[in-house]
């Protein structure tokens, strides 16, 4: 499969980042997989190729985050955990000009994944645009899906992605692109409202681990008259 | 029908306080509508019950504020605006010990119903809980569901009712409450939640009035495997 776009996933090599980068080596995206050590990321990224045998889709491959990042065109996404959030950036700041920042981080309180602990700038989202400034356009999505229901493949991704920004074009693009994953996605406003967007993250995990609620594996969706299949 | 418990609605005679009392007589709960003046909320309380002819439906009753908490058992639910919240829950402060206070109340911005403008204790519920002290158990939920939705009675209501609350057994009982709508309603945990919950509502409105999103009367659904008719 020839792909028309390449990417980037930062911390790529976690739960969350293969399953993305699997997602869209599906959906005919070139991912560049980052780690703070390309030689990880590379190993990484051959065992997903193997996982990937058999499947019409584009080879993953593993560089160094400085280097996923430069062979990405816009997007690049951000799939560490949030203690190294702001590390990360300080570190990969210099390489992000003219690219889109997509923010997947939650900002879970340490210890509690049932709750969240906002940086002063209300989300892991805004902490991020006022940390690049505004030659990087960030955008907040991906929060909610989780790393199972993304590396699960015999399944399709059954929630909704909802991103925001304070740009408005990049925030469309990103929903464009998310949308190549088969799910819905929908550009939810400003960057504020990722004060919203993250928090449904331990909500959802604090469901699943409740003995009350009989399942597991919640997702959002955005109901709404004649939705097929909803 | 008889009834087997007693709600107030205080802010009854609004869209919302009207739907959802309508909704709550269907299910054979009695309801105590309550407004600034009685005679108003009598009056109201008469229109729909004519409304809920032909049905085999709990008759409404309309008082002012005060006297619909007297006649309410344990649950009180809040349906005023933002700008009346503080004010109305420090003029029934001293009737509402012993109760639980449900607080449907997001705090819109003043002039855009996109946004939220969140009270310094963090939500409306937080803010409720620290007005009432701790005599009065909080429970936000109901904030999601449209008064649209709500007075459509030929439909159900097809969105998830989210509740959260400091007090685990009162915001459970809340929950048992409203599945008595017919809805699937899940207790969220604590009332810091509602940060989330509270700002979900200005995310659907931005959606239901936005050009680009072809659907109006969003709402919110917890997804999960096997979800019949998900």
């Not at 499947?55 to 065109?73: H, K, M, Q, T």
């Not at 920004?165 to 998310?178: M, S």
Request: hydrophobic share 45%.
């Amino acid at each position: 499969m020839n792909s028309d776009t390449t990417i980037a996933i930062l911390g790529g090599t976690g739960p969350q980042g293969q399953g993305l980068a699997i997602r869209f080596a599906i959906a005919g995206i070139s991912v560049a997989l980052g780690s703070r050590e390309g030689d990880r990321a590379a190993a990484i990224a051959e065992e997903l190729n193997r996982k990937l045998e058999g499947r019409s889709a584009v080879p993953v491959r593993g560089y160094d985050n400085l280097a996923a990042i430069d062979a990405a065109e816009r997007f690049v996404l951000l799939a560490v955990p949030y203690s190294g959030h702001d590390a990360t950036l300080g570190v990969v700041k210099g390489h992000l000009a003219g690219k889109v920042l997509v923010d997947l981080v939650v900002p879970l309180a340490a210890g509690n994944p049932r709750a969240v602990a906002m940086p002063k700038e209300g989300s892991a989202t805004e902490a991020a645009q006022a940390l690049l400034g505004r030659e990087v356009k960030v955008v907040g999505a991906l929060h909610n899906v989780s790393a199972h229901t993304l590396n699960a493949l015999e399944e399709n991704i059954n929630c909704d992605i909802l991103a925001c920004g304070d740009d408005v074009e990049a925030t469309d693009a990103v929903v464009e692109l998310i949308k190549r994953l088969g799910v819905e996605s929908y550009n939810c406003g400003p960057a504020v409202h990722a004060r919203c967007i993250e928090a449904l993250t331990p909500l959802l995990i604090r469901l699943n681990m409740s003995k009350k609620v009989p399942f597991s594996h919640a997702g959002i969706r955005i109901w709404r008259p004649g939705r097929p299949g909803v």
